[in-house]
């Protein structure tokens, strides 16, 4: 079978999974945010920390809650970090560095699961589970939780209450990860990924050379399922799902694949149901499909082209490549890791083809809306959908309506706050690093190349996706700082302007339909939301696209 039928068949069979779960696991997902009833686990949740779980917040309030919760995430996991020399499960574990300590907690905290050091070798069994796995949960959930409001401020009217931010948490930890992880988790042991807690010093081996090996085991399973369903990507491992204890088998990297996608894409059915019109849904999931098989084609065409000697001579391009997984299964991957919030990868995009590159890259610079991530995509989605809405409504001279709300001057601002914002750290923060000694120190963070380097990662940073070139030097003081604070800011404040635009729409009444009412679930509509999107991310980053991977990719 060639390669390129090969990866058909692997895309193929991702889409008709997808399919598949897109209609039960977002009308489950609508009942957990739309139900009123709490279980006794969480009723116990509530009291433990205060909760009112009856009561509803205003957009002020829910933004709140969301950073102070993000605040003690932050301190938590920094201090695990710091001490865990003096904790159980340590191995041997020296504290991690204040500076790393501090870019890997917001890292964490952000969904964005950037690392600058290697895994199996700084954080101990403890410091995985309680501190990063934690996160990789919570993050996530926090991402549904503030699309799960903006939607409640299309869906209510003349309200300033946008639901429960704590009971959102708990809810969507408890009745949708906990859950599907475990269930995944047992899947991925059936698969090879290991789950245990060795200690590296009681697992020596002799090698062929005549040397000695340590063999890092640890719980590996429980944190990869949560990795990519939660689209966070911080590997157990160095190589992150390169790893054959991460990943050791094509269908094992095929349902790690599906694990990112699935509930990005099953919260558009989540959002037609709270709206009332399930084709509004499956308008955004159409827009989200359209860019996401243009990019993953893309790849893999870039991956497979014969431009070159070595690539010629074996049919594609295959260096920094999984020979277990291939070029087109690789190329798939990386793909949905950078479509989404997700940045685990399965292979380097360092190098991959300049074009090649260019994709992921591109990816991430589209606000990672494809289907994005675990909540941050919808929501993302949606502010662009506002200002293809905004941008019809000019041009026929009417104020624009979604959903039954005006979107007049005040929405305007908050979403194009939204826009700004990323676009802005990224640009302000590959112009410092590429104009400082600090910024260029290494050996591949100059030139064309270099520019691309720098680009990746605080695009990479402010997008909150956390995959790499793999070849910068970013174990800095001067990058574990500057890209912790791009982490920072490029999640929580999108987060703030989404809610202030969410509390906005809420306190609006409905307007009804009339003739020159833009229809928002047809083909038209889709195709108008597309071509913003790339216009929006063309006009922002051409410049810089053009002196990086562009410039490297017609030497």
Not at 76 to 104: C, E, H
Not at 211 to 216: E, L, M
Request: aromatic letters at 10%.
């Amino acid at each position: 079978m060639s390669t390129t039928v090969a990866g058909i068949i692997f895309i193929g069979s991702l889409v008709v999974a997808l399919a598949i779960a897109y209609r039960p696991l977002g009308d489950y997902m609508y009942r957990v945010f739309s139900g009123t009833k709490h279980s006794r686990v969480e009723k116990v949740v509530y009291k433990l920390i205060g909760v009112k779980p009856d009561t509803e917040q205003t957009w002020g309030v829910y933004a709140r809650s969301v950073l102070a919760f993000s605040a003690i995430s932050v301190l938590f996991v920094y201090l695990l970090q710091r001490v865990q020399d003096k904790l159980l499960l340590s191995i041997g574990m020296t504290p991690v560095k204040p500076d790393q300590a501090w870019n890997t907690a917001v890292s964490f905290m952000s969904n964005t699961n950037w690392q600058s050091y290697l895994g199996e070798q700084t954080m101990g069994h403890l410091v995985q589970m309680l501190g990063l796995a934690v996160q990789n949960f919570v993050s996530a959930v926090v991402g549904i939780c503030v699309a799960m409001a903006l939607v409640r401020g299309f869906a209510r009217k003349r309200t300033g209450d946008l639901g429960n931010f704590w009971v959102d948490l708990v809810r969507g930890t408890i009745r949708i990860m906990l859950p599907i992880a475990f269930v995944g988790a047992l899947i991925l042991v059936a698969g090879g990924v290991v789950q245990n807690f060795w200690n590296p010093a009681d697992h020596v081996i002799n090698t062929v050379a005549g040397g000695h090996q340590a063999i890092t085991g640890g719980p590996v399973a429980s944190q990869e399922v949560i990795k990519e369903l939660g689209t966070n990507g911080g590997g157990f491992y160095n190589v992150n799902s390169a790893h054959p204890f991460e990943n050791p088998q094509t269908w094992t990297n095929w349902f790690e694949i599906f694990l990112i996608l699935v509930i990005p894409f099953a919260l558009c059915r989540t959002f037609g149901r709270m709206v009332g019109q399930n084709r509004q849904g499956y308008a955004i999931l159409s827009v989200m499909a359209t860019i996401a098989i243009i990019s993953v084609v893309a790849v893999n065409a870039f991956q497979l082209m014969h431009h070159g000697t070595v690539p010629t001579a074996v049919g594609a391009a295959t260096e920094g490549t999984e020979a277990r997984f291939g070029v087109s299964n690789s190329a798939t991957f990386a793909g949905a890791t950078t479509l989404t919030s997700t940045g685990a990868v399965d292979s380097f995009h360092d190098s991959y083809t300049s074009l090649g590159g260019m994709v992921p890259l591109i990816n991430m610079m589209l606000g990672e809306v494809a289907p994005g991530g675990t909540g941050s995509g919808l929501y993302g989605m949606l502010i662009l959908a506002i200002i293809t809405v905004f941008v019809a409504g000019l041009m026929v001279g009417r104020t624009p309506e979604y959903l039954g709300k005006k979107i007049g001057s005040r929405e305007m601002k908050f979403a194009s706050m939204y826009f700004l914002i990323t676009p802005i750290l990224v640009l302000v923060g590959t112009a410092v690093a590429m104009a400082t000694d600090a910024g260029k120190a290494g050996p591949l963070n100059s030139g064309p190349h270099g520019l691309s380097e720098v680009l990746y990662a605080f695009t990479s940073a402010s997008n909150n996706n956390g995959s790499a070139f793999a070849g910068i030097t970013v174990n800095t003081v001067f990058y574990d700082t500057a890209l912790g604070l791009c982490m920072a800011f490029g999640r929580l404040l999108p987060i703030i302007f989404v809610l202030a635009l969410a509390g906005s729409l809420a306190r609006q009444g409905h307007t009804p339909e009339s003739d020159g009412t833009l229809p928002t679930h047809k083909p038209q509509f889709v195709g108008l939301v597309v071509g913003v999107t790339f216009i929006l991310i063309a006009l922002t980053f051409l410049p810089a696209l053009a002196l990086g991977p562009l410039a490297e990719g017609l030497h």
